[in-house]
């Protein structure tokens, strides 16, 4: 099995700063594309920024200058630094990681449990 486990949510007030951590285990064979998503309420699950194998990145335009996502392919983690953060930051965040299977072309995604980042004006 597979387990993702995000960590670093938390309260913050505008202006502020907060690191997430995502780390991958179990049954990956090779990770490709990881990324962090959000979903706030009322809103769908939306793309915050997503990191390549070989370290290329995008960011949604909301957060662009603001947050900066990262990767340590032999820790199999995955990190996203938040600064300045807004009100409108607050949401669940996820961790998603893109796995392939030797045996298969097909790409496996997988989610973690979501970490609570709440921002306060």
């Known amino acids: 099995q597979v387990r993702i486990v995000e960590s670093g949510g938390g309260l913050v007030q505008a202006g502020g700063s907060l690191r997430l951590s995502c780390v991958a285990s179990?049954?990956?064979?090779?990770?490709?594309?990881m990324g962090w998503y959000r979903q706030a309420r009322g809103f769908q699950r939306e793309l915050v920024a997503d990191?390549?194998?070989?370290?290329?990145?995008n960011y949604a335009d909301s957060v662009k200058g603001r947050f900066t996502i990262s990767r340590d392919n032999a820790e199999n983690t995955l990190f996203l630094q938040m600064n300045n953060l807004k009100p409108e930051d607050t949401a669940v965040y996820y961790c998603?990681?893109?796995?392939?299977?030797?045996?298969?072309?097909?790409?496996?995604?997988?989610w973690g449990q979501g970490t609570q980042v709440t921002v306060s004006s």
């Open positions: 998603n990681v893109k796995a392939t299977r030797p045996w298969d072309v097909r790409e496996y995604t997988h």
């Open positions: 990191i390549s194998s070989r370290g290329s990145t």
């Open positions: 179990g049954s990956i064979f090779r990770i490709n594309d």
